[in-house]
């Protein structure tokens, strides 16, 4: 009954598919030149490419958000989201090392603002009061 199961399957010799793929516009020449190089390089200097980077990182923030905090009607849905984050993180890091910008670092919005209120209340001058901070009674 399970004879063709026991049966060695014979080798199946796969062939090679090759696809050609067209595209509509003009590929870059080989490699990349010294001044292409030193072109890309002064990229993280203007501010119209700051802004572009700018709004690729809030936008997969955004994703990033919706993909976590809201339900979905279908896989599909949340599929597309992933992928969406993904791409975008793609897209940072090949400009990063294209423009060789160091990563971002994150801060917590909680410190960042009670440090610039810190250096603010340093800046106030006090009249009438003591500059010494005074000991709450216990």
Known sequence: MFDWFKKPKPQ???KIIYKVVEVKTPRMSGPWTKDT????ATLP?????????ERVDLQRQMLMHKCSTEFHK????S??????????????????EA???????EVD???EEME????????????GMDQTPQESEQ
């Open 109 to 111: 919005a909680y410190e």
């Open 79 to 96: 599929d597309y989201l992933q992928a969406g984050v993904f791409w975008l993180g793609y897209l940072q890091r090949l400009l990063d």
């Open 116 to 127: 610039a209120f810190r250096k603010l209340d340093a800046q106030l001058e006090r009249i």
């Open 12 to 14: 199946v010799i796969e």
């Open 45 to 53: 200097s203007h501010p119209g490419f700051v802004a572009l980077q």
């Open 99 to 105: 423009t060789q910008m160091p990563r971002r670092v």
């Open 74 to 77: 279908d896989l599909r849905e």
């Open 37 to 40: 190089k030193a072109a890309v």
